[in-house]
């Protein structure tokens, strides 16, 4: 009588057995894929927010007085804006430079440019992005005697905002109602 020996492996056998495996590796890869795209959005959310708190912490630390009713596009002085000529010490060149990027004449954070670009040798994740600023003196949405600034962050070239924030700013220097 003679036994079949089960010693080996069928060829149908190892085929299901790949098969398997390799359903199994492409779900994973796809996983690792599709984390690695939300971490990098991540992170450029997370740049663009702070670029927006740089941009919104200039106007924080500017008296009343000195904040600007409306802003135009390129750079802009104080004096250029209708306010004292003293407001801008800190934001004009040549005392405030970016010791990354000694090229740029308009450094950032300036709370009087409307636009800005900033470049990937300045930004913390080294991507270019473009920051918004928008001004609305007595704004209804700050209770209507305050100044409502918005600051909007983008990437270069691309028109979806990654990163919005506003703050309301009162002659009380109270905060006012965002």
């Not at 149908?12 to 790949?18: S, Y």
């Not at 390799?22 to 991540?42: D, E, T, Y």
């Not at 390129?74 to 990354?100: K, S, W």
């Amino acid at each position: 009588m003679r036994v079949r020996s089960d010693a080996g492996i069928g060829l149908v056998e190892l085929l299901v057995a790949l098969t398997i495996i390799a359903v199994g590796v492409g779900a994973a890869l796809s996983v690792f894929a599709s984390s690695i795209v939300s971490l990098q959005h991540g992170a450029k959310q997370g740049t663009a927010l702070s670029l927006a708190d740089r941009q919104l912490e200039a106007y924080r630390s500017m008296s009343f007085s000195c904040l600007p009713t409306a802003l135009v596009s390129g750079y802009t002085t104080p004096a250029q804006l209708g306010i004292d000529p003293n407001c801008g010490a800190p934001f004009e060149p040549p005392d405030y430079t970016d010791p990354r990027d000694p090229s740029n004449p308009t450094p950032f954070p300036n709370p009087f440019a409307a636009t800005q670009q900033i470049s990937g040798s300045v930004s913390p994740d080294h991507r270019a992005y473009t920051v918004t600023t928008s001004v609305t003196a007595n704004s209804s949405k700050c209770g209507g005697n305050a100044t409502q600034i918005i600051v909007s962050v983008t990437a270069q070239g691309d028109t979806t905002v990654l990163a919005r924030e506003s703050s309301c700013f009162s002659l009380s220097g109270a905060p006012a109602a965002n």
